[in-house]
């Protein structure tokens, strides 16, 4: 459980970097409101997780899914350039996250 927790919780951090782009410096009300929300939740979530998911390898997953998970949606949503190796680094990223997790176990 304590991995889809923190599978969860690196998704609420794509929402909150996400969001920082649609609060406009935080001068926009609700993209304001919901970043926080995202960034609280991905927090609590991560720490929920760590109770007994080693710190070092929850901590790495988490990130590296936040930062995939950005640079994909920066593309998709913001015309982010995908030159080859952007999108290498990212799979080196994810085969990362995959190695840790393997480790794991």
Do not use: Q, R
């Not at 782009?21 to 720490?47: C, E, H, N, Q, R």
């Amino acid at each position: 459980m304590s991995w889809i927790i923190l599978f969860i919780a690196g998704l609420f951090e794509i929402s909150w970097a996400i969001g920082l782009k649609y609060t406009d410096g935080f001068t926009k009300l609700w993209p304001t409101v919901g970043t926080m929300f995202s960034l609280i939740a991905s927090f609590l979530l991560l720490g929920i997780a760590l109770k007994t998911l080693p710190v070092g390898t929850a901590y790495a997953i988490w990130v590296g899914i936040g930062a995939v998970g950005t640079a994909v949606f920066g593309i998709l949503l913001f015309d982010e350039s995908t030159d080859v190796l952007k999108l290498v680094s990212l799979g080196l990223i994810c085969a990362g996250i995959v190695g840790l997790k393997l480790a794991h176990n």
